[in-house]
T-cell receptor, first 114, second 113 residues
Framework: DTAVSQTPKYLVTQMGNDKSIKCEQNLGHDTMYWYKQDSKKFLKIMFSYNNKELIINETVPNRFSPKSPDKAHLNLHINSLELGDSAVYFC?????????????FGSGTQLSVL | QKEVEQNSGPLSVPEGAIASLNCTYSDRGSQSFFWYRQYSGKSPELIMSIYSNGDQEDGRFTAQLNKASQYVSLLIRDSQPSDSATYLCAVRDYGGSQGNLIFGKGTKLSVKP
């Protein structure tokens, strides 16, 4: 049983397109995150949701819009994709968004914008 | 700008040796520190967490914290080729967004048989 699952694993698309990445966790956690890992392996938080409410929204272009229909799901929609959006996007969850003792990561989505 | 600094490596050690990975952080108020291991093409996984000064041991892994020096390290004893990975130091953002982990850029470790 996969704890945090995200789809698709690979996403290749053209500049200007709109795409979505889906994430689901079956751990019963309250908090979910989106992280971006660039080509230099730098992992940086983008968004965090706690019980469907946005609690962290770092400096991310508004072309990126997260949506959490329930606390087990956090999807990421990206409009008007740009070359610089190419990266690996990781979904993660934790039991408590405040303590954040352990993050459980999904397997990542490799986004390539051509 | 809060920062977590790591030597990107690669750090190469022979099998059976002790690997020492280091990390410094800029926010003096930080309280929670983590080491994540990331194999190539895989997602990060937590291997150690430490919250108070001193050493925290778990099997072959020891995390060390010195808040006065704003320094945290990870020692891997009896290094194995399977330990070859990138090790990410992470610090909880204490004063800013709650629940945010600030990651270093990682140190790539290579253990040679």
């Amino acid at each position: 049983d996969t704890a945090v699952s995200q789809t698709p694993k690979y996403l290749v698309t053209q500049m200007g397109n709109d795409k979505s990445i889906k994430c689901e966790q079956n751990l019963g956690h309250d908090t979910m995150y989106w992280y971006k890992q660039d080509s230099k392996k730098f992992l940086k938080i983008m968004f965090s949701y706690n019980n469907k409410e946005l609690i962290i929204n770092e400096t991310v272009p508004n072309r990126f819009s997260p949506k959490s229909p329930d606390k087990a799901h956090l999807n990421l929609h990206i409009n008007s994709l740009e070359l610089g959006d190419s990266a690996v996007y990781f979904c993660a969850s934790s039991q408590d968004g405040t303590l954040m003792r352990k993050l459980f990561f999904g397997s990542g989505t490799q986004l390539s914008v051509l | 700008q809060k920062e977590v600094e790591q030597n990107s490596g690669p750090l190469s050690v022979p099998e059976g040796a002790i690997a020492s990975l280091n990390c410094t952080y800029s926010d003096r108020g930080s309280q929670s520190f983590f080491w994540y291991r990331q194999y190539s093409g895989k997602s990060p996984e937590l291997i150690m967490s430490i919250y108070s000064n001193g050493d925290q041991e778990d099997g072959r892994f020891t995390a060390q914290l010195n808040k006065a020096s704003q320094y945290v390290s990870l020692l891997i004893r009896d290094s194995q080729p399977s330990d070859s990975a990138t090790y990410l130091c992470a610090v909880r953002d204490y004063g800013g967004s709650q629940g945010n982990l600030i990651f270093g850029k990682g140190t790539k470790l290579s253990v040679k048989p």
